[in-house]
Each structure stands twice: as structure tokens, then as C-alpha cells.
T-cell receptor
Framework: DVKVTQSSRYLVKRTGEKVFLECVQDMDHENMFWYRQDPGLGLRLIYFSYDVKMKEKGDIPEGYSVSREKKERFSLILESASTNQTSMYLC????????????FGDGTRLSIL | KQEVTQIPAALSVPEGENLVLNCSFTDSAIYNLQWFRQDPGKGLTSLLLIQSSQREQTSGRLNASLDKSSGRSTLYIAASQPGDSATYLCAVSFITSYDKVIFGPGTSLSVIP
């Protein structure tokens, strides 16, 4: 079974802190994604990566950056956390063939105080 | 703008009923369509993936259909059970941006024992 693992289920940080969310997948997938999910707004794509060291902005990249130094790991970075970044963050991975579904981690519930 | 919508937003049915969830998308040039399930506070679990060339997919009590020309997909759940209670999301990869997936807002399903 494909496994996408997010480093934390719950995280509490303070405004202005630099926050790292980590995601690891074990299926050698080329594509990896970071989403945030908010009530009434659904899932919104923050960034995605289709290869090591490659990244593409999604719909809401402001205030975030990403890092993909290894194929299996995709990190989301909040450079200076703000309260409006309190949200559920979901990582996903998929192959490039398009005939396989996206696989999601269990999510990180991030609270910025 | 490419959008995905789902109707109804919420649905409550008695156990044993057959039910249909609806998904609509604005552009018929799609790569594939996925149905996901999300339990409260958890990540998404892939249920079915329909390729652009397919009309339907089945898994157990679930059947998903795709009609590209009308921009619609339905998820049919037979003989519903309380364990089916969850939010169901439809997600579409459009040909013009096939690496990205656009999610609908979801249908919250409650199956009453």
C-alpha cells in the first residue's frame, strides 16, 4: 500500500515563527502536492512538485515556500507564521502516468497563536 | 475558470437506502476524475478513478459514472451503511493542467441507523 506520512498530526506555533511541515512518500512518486483545507473554502493547492528540486506555485502560494531535495520528501515552509495560516494541511503524491489516484497523508492540523 | 461543484452539500439517509452524489465540472476536456472519501479530521482516501476514456468504474457497493459531454459524474452508493458516513469529494484533472487536481467542495453524508 502507498504510504504518505506527514510528520505531525497537530502543531501549535506562534506568530512570526518559521514553521516546517514534512511529508514523506514511499512509492517513488514523481509528483507531490501541498494543500490547505478550510471550512467553506475546500481544498486549495499551495505548491506542487513534479521532480526533485522542481516546484510550481498553486493557487495560494503567498506566505509559503517548499523544498524538495529528495524524491520521497516534500517540505512546506511558513517563513513567518501568521494567524490566517491556521488550517488543516494535507500532503499528497501521485505518479505521472495519470492512471493512478492521488494518495494523501492524514493531515497536519496547524494552529498559529 | 475551471471549476468543480457538488450537489447536494449535505445528505442524510436511513440505512439501507441507495443514494447518488453529483459532481459537475466546467470544462469537458478532462484527463481523469477521482472520487475521494474524507472522515472527520483525517486525510482523503481514494475511492475510484475514472480515466477520460472510461464511462464508469465500480468497487464493491460503489459505482462512479462519467459523462464528459455534459460535464457530470455521479457516485452511486448501494445499500448504504452507517460506516459510509463521511464527506465525499470529487476531483478533476483538466487536460490543460493535468498535473493539478481541482477539488469540489464535497458532500457530507450521514447514514442513520
Amino acid at each position: 500500500d502507498v504510504k504518505v506520512t506527514q510528520s505531525s498530526r497537530y502543531l501549535v506555533k506562534r506568530t512570526g515563527e518559521k514553521v516546517f511541515l514534512e511529508c514523506v512518500q514511499d512509492m517513488d512518486h514523481e509528483n507531490m502536492f501541498w494543500y490547505r483545507q478550510d471550512p467553506g473554502l475546500g481544498l486549495r493547492l499551495i505548491y506542487f512538485s513534479y521532480d526533485v528540486k522542481m516546484k510550481e506555485k498553486g493557487d495560494i502560494p503567498e506566505g509559503y515556500s517548499v523544498s524538495r531535495e529528495k524524491k520521497e520528501r516534500f517540505s512546506l515552509i511558513l517563513e513567518s507564521a501568521s494567524t490566517n495560516q491556521t488550517s488543516m494541511y494535507l500532503c499528497a503524491s501521485s505518479s505521472t502516468t495519470g492512471d493512478q489516484p492521488q494518495h494523501f497523508g492524514d493531515g497536519t492540523r496547524l494552529s498559529i497563536l | 475558470k475551471q471549476e468543480v461543484t457538488q450537489i447536494p452539500a449535505a445528505l442524510s439517509v436511513p440505512e439501507g437506502e441507495n443514494l447518488v452524489l453529483n459532481c459537475s465540472f466546467t470544462d469537458s476536456a478532462i484527463y481523469n476524475l477521482q472520487w475521494f472519501r474524507q472522515d472527520p479530521g483525517k486525510g482523503l482516501t481514494s475511492l475510484l478513478l475514472i480515466q477520460s476514456s472510461q464511462r464508469e468504474q465500480t468497487s464493491g457497493r460503489l459505482n462512479a459514472s462519467l459523462d464528459k459531454s455534459s460535464g457530470r459524474s455521479t457516485l452511486y452508493i448501494a445499500a448504504s451503511q452507517p460506516g459510509d458516513s463521511a464527506t465525499y469529494l470529487c476531483a478533476v484533472s483538466f487536460i490543460t493542467s493535468y498535473d493539478k487536481v481541482i477539488f469540489g467542495p464535497g458532500t457530507s453524508l450521514s447514514v442513520i441507523p
